[in-house]
Nanobody
Framework: DLDLVESGGGSVQAGGSLRLSCLAS?????????MGWFRQAAGKEREAVAT????????NIAESVKGRFTVSRDNDKKILYLQMNDVKPDDTGMYYC???????????????????WGQGTPVTVSS
């Protein structure tokens, strides 16, 4: 099992930057697993933002944030990052980190199922 703890959320003005972190603990010794960032705005459905496969670094970025957000991981520290640049008010929401051991890199996509979730970190972007 994995435990995921997000941090780094907060309030930022439009056009600014924020970096979210997701610390994984527990069964992190697995050779590869899929991790993802999701967000959910008030009254809206949860949206996949990015995925990252730990073994080969394969990433997928949602079209809505492509060119502004990047995902990366510090393998030694077991931290997944979401770098958010040029943020917009529409980026406001609760951001969640997720992970799942099933499937390989080819299966680590924005539409896949995740069975482990963090508690979320809030992001508010003001105009």
């Amino acid at each position: 099992d994995l435990d995921l703890v997000e941090s780094g959320g907060g309030s930022v003005q439009a056009g600014g930057s924020l970096r979210l972190s997701c610390l994984a603990s527990g069964d992190t010794y697995a050779s590869g697993y899929c991790m993802g960032w999701f967000r959910q705005a008030a009254g809206k459905e949860r949206e996949a933002v990015a995925t990252f496969y730990t073994r080969d670094g394969n990433t997928n970025i949602a079209e809505s944030v492509k060119g502004r957000f990047t995902v990366s991981r510090d393998n030694d520290k077991k931290i997944l990052y979401l770098q958010m640049n040029d943020v917009k008010p529409d980026d406001t929401g609760m951001y969640y980190c997720a992970a799942d051991f099933s499937g390989g890199s080819w299966f680590c996509t924005l539409s896949r199922f995740f069975d482990t979730w963090g508690q979320g970190t809030p992001v508010t972007v003001s105009s």
